[in-house]
């Protein structure tokens, strides 16, 4: 059974900095393309950040320059580094696999930044 588990979410104040982790259980993330996506209040959940299998990391515009995605085969986690954060970067941020025309969602984490 696929599982994801997000951590690392909290508060901080603009220009403040988080890493979240995506730990997978029952999938090998090396082998697949996985994806940060977040959902501010009222609003459809957007993809941030994806990583490939093999090739070049992409980002949605709104955070390009401030987030990077990485994965540690080892542990079997995603994570996404989240700099120079900003208020609206407020969202729940989710990870994200499809397997089998089916999308996988973990839990998400709850991302404030505020002063």
């Given at each position: 059974?696929?599982?994801?588990?997000?951590?690392?979410?909290?508060?901080?104040?603009?220009?403040?900095?988080?890493?979240?982790?995506?730990?997978?259980?029952?999938?090998?993330?090396?082998?697949?393309?996985?994806?940060?996506?977040?959902?501010?209040?009222?609003?459809?959940?957007?993809?941030?950040?994806?990583?490939?299998?093999?090739?070049?990391?992409?980002y949605?515009?709104?955070v390009?320059?401030?987030?990077?995605?990485s994965?540690?085969?080892?542990?079997?986690?995603?994570?996404?580094?989240?700099?120079s954060l900003?208020?609206?970067?407020?969202?729940?941020?989710?990870?994200?696999?499809?397997?089998?025309?089916?999308?996988?969602?973990?839990?998400?984490?709850?991302?404030?930044?505020?002063?």
């Amino acid at each position: 059974q696929v599982r994801f588990v997000e951590s690392g979410g909290g508060s901080v104040q603009p220009g403040g900095s988080l890493r979240l982790s995506c730990a997978a259980s029952g999938i090998i993330l090396s082998a697949r393309s996985m994806g940060w996506y977040r959902q501010a209040p009222g609003n459809q959940r957007k993809l941030v950040a994806s990583i490939p299998i093999i090739g070049l990391e992409n980002y949605d515009d709104s955070v390009k320059g401030r987030f990077s995605i990485s994965r540690d085969n080892a542990k079997n986690t995603v994570y996404l580094q989240m700099n120079s954060l900003k208020p609206e970067d407020t969202a729940v941020y989710y990870c994200n696999t499809i397997l089998g025309k089916i999308d996988y969602w973990g839990q998400g984490t709850q991302v404030t930044v505020s002063s």
